[in-house]
Every structure is written in structure tokens, then in C-alpha cells.
């Protein structure tokens, strides 16, 4: 599994966007990004996953440069019920691989 | 939608006594995990379950934890003996049958050992 690097915290405020970088120099050929947000006490979500170029749904967009060694999680006008830890993961996951969760980045979304 | 639940809640239970926490998933998934987080550290994984077998287990999932689908809906995560260190909030996850790193978890059942 690829070690991922990102920021530990953010703030925002209401109505902007938010970019998360992560960092994953070593990212193997069959890897994926994917991309989880924890809200307090609850278990994780799955937001997103990509492998290259951008990726777009209705809850987030994830660019992907073309070296992959680096991608963004981008939250577009963020409200504060988007106030959550946000996890970048890396790896070829197939059905039953485990999900490997770092520290992740805790975005906190101010009025 | 369908959503993974968990039951209970909240267990409190005093140390060396036995739990089980419980869980259903999503009725059309085929694997089946369990995780635990302690307050204020990472998601950390403790097994994986698929054709009615253990696929992968942590080092955390020592011979204390056991792990059962009793019946075709239920997942249940059995601790022997309780450690003061188990309390921590229990995850459980499915996924389908697919490539995919999407696994849908519950609420979590928030376990205390006092």
C-alpha cells in the first residue's frame, strides 16, 4: 500500500471551496485513489475514487496529475455540515482488501 | 438507500466479561469487515470475512476476538475477555462482489470497558 501524506487540518469558511492534497510519491501502477470522510462519531463514507485525470460526482471532484503522485479532493462551497475528517487512501483494492486509514485531514468549516 | 446497522449503540461492560457486538449489512454484499477506532486515533482494520471464512486478519485480532455469521443476515464480532484498552468504537463494513475500494460502513457500536 502507498504511504499517503496530508495536511492534518483545515479551516474554511462557508460558501468556498476547499482543495485537499495528498501526497503519494510511491503509488504503484494497479493503485487507486480513494477518498473517505468521517463525521464525529459516525463510521466512515466513501466520497470518491479515481485513477487518473478528474473525476467528478455530486458530492466532490478529484483531479489526478499524470504522474499520480499527488491528487486533490475538491469540496465545492462547502456548508459546515461538511465539517469532517477527510481520508486519501491508496492502493489496489479488490473485494476484501482491508482499508488502510491514516491520520487524515481534519476540515473545519466556520459560518 | 440501503445502510449497514449495527447494534448496540453503546455497550458498557466490565473488564474480562465477554461481548458481542452485532451487526447487518447490506443484503446483496459479500464481504464483511470489522474495524475499531479509539477515540481520537485512526481507523484501524481487525477483519475481513467473505464465503463464510476469515480472508485476513490484523494483529489486533488476536485469540480474544472471534468473529461468526450466525444466520444469513447477521455478522457478529465476539471479544472474550474484556481489556480496560478495548473500549474504542467498533465498525462494522460491507462490500459487494466487486473491484472496488467502496465499503459501506455502520454507525459503530461504542464500546466501554470500565
Known amino acids: 500500500l502507498a504511504k499517503t501524506t496530508q495536511p492534518i487540518s483545515m479551516d474554511s469558511y462557508e460558501g468556498q471551496e476547499v482543495n485537499i492534497t495528498c501526497s503519494h510519491n510511491n503509488i504503484a501502477t494497479n493503485d487507486y485513489i480513494t477518498w473517505y470522510q468521517q463525521f464525529p462519531s459516525q463510521g466512515p463514507r466513501f466520497i470518491i475514487q479515481g485513477y487518473k485525470t478528474k473525476v467528478t460526482n455530486e458530492v466532490a471532484s478529484l483531479f489526478i496529475p499524470a504522474d499520480r503522485k499527488s491528487s486533490t479532493l475538491s469540496l465545492p462551497r462547502v456548508s459546515l455540515s461538511d465539517t469532517a475528517v477527510y481520508y486519501c487512501?491508496?492502493?489496489?483494492?479488490?473485494?476484501?482488501?482491508?482499508?488502510?486509514f491514516g491520520k487524515g485531514t481534519r476540515l473545519s468549516v466556520i459560518a | 438507500e440501503p445502510e449497514v446497522t449495527q447494534t448496540p449503540s453503546h455497550q458498557v461492560t466490565q473488564m474480562g466479561q465477554e461481548v458481542i457486538l452485532r451487526c447487518v449489512p447490506i443484503?446483496?454484499?459479500?464481504?464483511f469487515y470489522w474495524y475499531r477506532q479509539i477515540l481520537g486515533q485512526k481507523v484501524e482494520f481487525l477483519v475481513s470475512f467473505y464465503n463464510n471464512e476469515i480472508s485476513e486478519k490484523s494483529e489486533i485480532f488476536d485469540d480474544q476476538f472471534s468473529v461468526e455469521r450466525p444466520d444469513g443476515s447477521n455478522f457478529t464480532l465476539k471479544i472474550r475477555s474484556t481489556k480496560l484498552e478495548d473500549s474504542a468504537m467498533y465498525f462494522c463494513?460491507?462490500?459487494?462482489?466487486?473491484?472496488?475500494?467502496?465499503?459501506?460502513f455502520g454507525p459503530g457500536t461504542r464500546l466501554t470497558v470500565l
Open positions: 487512501l491508496v492502493g489496489s483494492f479488490s473485494g476484501n482488501t482491508p482499508l488502510v
Open positions: 443484503s446483496n454484499h459479500l464481504y
Open positions: 463494513a460491507s462490500s459487494p462482489l466487486a473491484a472496488n475500494n467502496e465499503q459501506f
